[in-house]
């Protein structure tokens, strides 16, 4: 691994959460014998080996004693400190399935047996090794995988890239979506991947090609090369929720894709985003005849990799054996037009989206870019109670989690959702690619983007509705 790329992936191991106090030098109460074998492999394989283990995000793997060994000093720190695993929300608000933290018992357990030697034990007691995408799916076997058609090379030292891939499905009937994995080719230059699902009729309306931006859309944003990004002289609204009139900030549709009209989004993949796995009678759909869109973002910023690199990224689908009671849409709530000025340490960002339906809402997940700081999700009820559901204090753009609520949240029509984001673009953050730019919207790395994605269920009318109480 090249310098620079070590310095990159360590932008994953930034602080998450609000600073605590330590003491490194603390020994642990745990006074048993504690070894790598029986005790510490099964805590690394479930939370930290996703990232952890050859050729991916991590700066070393945990996935042997002899590759964890020689780190054991610096794993008692980050574990103490509670900067690993990754957990950034405030812990006042939600319920997540998919919370991360260890528990006070595996921590005691990891510091003990730091202090104790870091001592292997009996290879016997060795529990199995997780498999992920270099040696299966943890979705299980997929009924089927849609690939990009052929290799793509990424030049190093070239600007960010935002391409698109379309992939025929060839399915005769609609299919349901139960689960699904995106497996990108090359985690060394692949920063995020969307997988786009375009119906025939769309496909049809736009001429064989993905759909295009709306007249409207085309007046605000440019193309510059691959990616596209908000003309300078574009209207300026920081506070989207209070938008003047025809100043709209694409928030009008159930279920929109956040993309500009690029199609219904599947699935997709961020450094510690997670994979897609929803719960029984919940799906989403895939028309007959579709075809699957793959936004790739790939990342060449600031020198991350010297040599050319080839990417082919996949797909796994499993399909609901029949139609679901509840169907799964995905959101985007965002603001296109806000400016961040140069030097604004702490800019404030807003969008909110009024839902015409009942909807029960079923996971989070904040994005911006590298001056993002903080993102709040806020619902007001109809009879105008405020409640907050998410708020992350310490945004990660290197480590962009998929919040998962342990039980799905009843939101009626008529309530409205406010995301609220600060951002830094001043000379203090140090993630900061130029604070004396002024930063509109863009797809690269350097410019800024502000989305509150959301997944959410809806009755899709194939069954009768499941019992409105859930989560209420």
Same mark, same amino acid.
């Given at each position: 691994m090249t310098?620079?790329?070590?310095?990159?992936?360590?932008?994953?191991?930034?602080?998450?959460?609000?600073?605590? #106090?330590?003491? !490194?030098?603390?020994?642990?109460? #745990?006074?048993?014998?504690?070894?790598? &074998?029986?005790? !510490?492999?099964? @805590?690394?394989?479930?939370?930290c080996a996703e990232c952890h283990r050859a050729n991916d995000i991590a700066p070393m793997s945990l996935m042997s004693y002899k590759e964890s060994r020689p780190w054991a000093k610096s794993i008692k720190e980050k574990v103490l400190s509670r900067e690993m695993p990754p957990?950034?929300?405030d812990p006042q608000y939600g319920e997540f399935a998919n919370d991360c933290r260890l528990s006070q018992a595996d921590i005691e357990t990891v510091v003990a047996w730091v202090d104790q030697g870091a001592k292997e034990g009996n290879p016997k007691d060795l529990p199995p090794a997780?498999?992920?995408?270099?040696?299966?799916w943890?979705?299980?076997?997929?009924?089927?995988?849609?690939?990009?058609?052929?290799?793509? @090379?990424?030049?190093?030292? #070239?600007s960010d890239q935002i391409l698109y891939f379309n992939v025929p499905t060839n399915l005769k009937e609609d299919k349901w979506v139960q689960a699904a994995e995106i497996h990108p080719g090359n985690k060394k230059v692949v920063h995020h991947v969307i997988a786009f699902v375009i119906s025939p009729e769309t496909l049809a309306k736009s001429g064989g090609q993905r759909a295009r931006l709306s007249d409207k859309?085309?007046? !605000?944003?440019?193309?510059?090369?691959?990616?596209?990004?908000?003309? &300078?002289e574009a209207p300026v609204v920081d506070d989207g929720c209070n938008a003047p009139k025809g100043?709209?900030?694409?928030?009008?549709?159930?279920?929109?894709?956040?993309?500009?009209?690029?199609?219904?989004?599947?699935?997709?993949?961020?450094?510690?985003?997670?994979?897609?796995?929803?719960?029984?009678? &919940?799906?989403?759909?895939?028309?007959?005849?579709?075809?699957?869109?793959?936004q790739l973002h790939y990342?060449?910023?600031?020198?991350a990799f010297e040599q050319p690199e080839k990417d082919r990224t996949s797909v796994g689908l499993k399909f609901s054996k029949e139609p679901p009671k509840k169907e799964i849409k995905t959101e985007g709530i965002s603001n296109f037009l806000f400016k961040i000025p140069s030097g604004a340490a702490n800019h404030q960002v807003t969008s909110c989206k009024v839902f015409k339906q009942d909807v029960q809402i079923i996971s989070y997940m904040p994005h911006m870019h590298l001056r993002g700081k903080d993102m709040k999700y806020e619902?007001?009820?109809?009879?105008?109670?405020?409640?907050?559901?998410?708020?992350?204090?310490?945004?990660?753009f290197n480590w962009q989690t998929m919040y998962e609520l342990k039980k799905p949240l009843w939101i009626p029509k008529g309530s409205r959702m406010v995301i609220t984001a600060h951002f830094d673009n001043s000379e203090k953050n140090k993630y900061n690619p130029n604070a004396k730019q002024d930063i509109r919207w863009g797809d690269p790395t350097y410019d800024e983007m502000m989305i509150g994605w959301m997944d959410y269920l809806v009755n899709n009318n194939v069954k009768p509705d499941i019992a409105k109480s859930a989560g209420k």
């Open positions: 310098p620079k790329r070590f310095a990159l992936v360590l932008l994953v191991f930034a602080a998450a959460i609000a600073s605590v #106090t330590f003491d !490194i030098s603390a020994n642990s109460k #745990t006074k048993r014998p504690v070894t790598y &074998t029986k005790d !510490i492999a099964p @805590i690394f394989y479930k939370n957990w950034s929300p997780p498999a992920f995408a270099d040696g299966g943890r979705i299980g076997k997929p009924d089927m995988i849609v690939s990009m058609p052929q290799e793509q @090379i990424v030049n190093p030292k #070239t859309r085309a007046e !605000i944003f440019y193309r510059d090369g691959t990616l596209s990004r908000v003309k &300078t100043l709209a900030v694409d928030n009008d549709d159930e279920g929109s894709s956040a993309e500009g009209g690029r199609g219904t989004f599947l699935a997709g993949y961020a450094p510690g985003r997670g994979i897609d796995v929803w719960q029984p009678d &919940t799906a989403k759909r895939i028309p007959a005849g579709a075809v699957v869109v793959f990342s060449s910023f600031k020198g619902v007001v009820y109809p009879d105008g109670k405020r409640e907050t559901l998410l708020w992350v204090p310490k945004f990660n």
